[in-house]
């Protein structure tokens, strides 16, 4: 089967290891066909304006990146975490709650008293929410020919659109097919 299809599951935690924030170890991988990246740059250090470049050079010319992203329609993507020098570093508090503490490049140190978390309290932290336009026009510009799928509850893929206050008007988890131009 591997001479017709061939699949390795990375992680950033253990081998095989791939951190998509480093070009280093994006350099690993290349000239790949497809990439799945499913739900993970809403968690990256480094932007998505910084990652989707190490995806792309890791696809061939031609190779598809099949990108799974929470967006929400707003103009711009929000970073909770801008301008720190390290990743932030979740503690657990006395009575069960959680902070997120981080320090900018002028050495302000900061404590976010709530903080989101994908999978659980203290799982995996969320490092922003991001922005369906800015999304798809940041792939576009590091060379990417950029399509989304639509919503087909039909067809399985559907995602109810949640109404929140101040923050956003509709979030939704879009796929985005990107392929790398030739």
């Known amino acids: 089967?591997?001479?017709?299809?061939?699949?390795?599951?990375?992680?950033?935690?253990?081998?095989?290891?791939?951190?998509?924030?480093?070009?280093?170890?994006?350099?690993?991988?290349?000239?790949?066909?497809?990439?799945?990246?499913?739900?993970?740059?809403?968690?990256?250090?480094?932007?998505?304006?910084?990652?989707?470049?190490?995806?792309?050079?890791?696809?061939?010319?031609?190779?598809?990146?099949?990108?799974?992203?929470?967006?929400?329609?707003?103009?711009?993507?929000?970073?909770?975490?801008?301008?720190?020098?390290?990743?932030?570093?979740?503690?657990?508090q006395e009575l069960g709650s959680w902070v997120v503490r981080w320090s900018d490049r002028r050495g302000n140190d900061y404590i976010d008293q709530h903080p989101s978390f994908h999978g659980g309290p203290g799982d995996t932290l969320e490092m922003r929410m991001i922005s369906h336009s800015q999304i798809a026009a940041e792939g576009k510009r590091c060379g990417f020919e950029v399509s989304n799928l639509e919503f087909k509850p039909d067809a399985g893929y559907y995602w109810s659109l949640l109404v929140a206050e101040n923050y956003f008007d509709r979030r939704d988890a879009r796929v985005f097919m990107m392929r790398r131009e030739s």
């Not at 480093?22 to 968690?43: F, R, T, W």
């Not at 990146?65 to 020098?85: C, D, F, Q, R, S």
Request: aromatic residues 10%; charged residues 15%; proline residues 10%.
């Open 1 to 92: 089967m591997t001479e017709k299809f061939d699949y390795t599951n990375t992680f950033f935690h253990k081998q095989p290891f791939l951190d998509l924030c480093s070009q280093v170890s994006a350099a690993n991988y290349k000239d790949l066909d497809i990439i799945i990246c499913s739900d993970v740059l809403e968690h990256t250090f480094a932007t998505p304006i910084e990652v989707l470049p190490n995806l792309r050079q890791m696809l061939r010319p031609g190779g598809l990146l099949i990108l799974t992203v929470p967006t929400n329609h707003m103009p711009n993507t929000i970073e909770w975490y801008g301008g720190a020098v390290c990743p932030p570093v979740p503690e657990k």
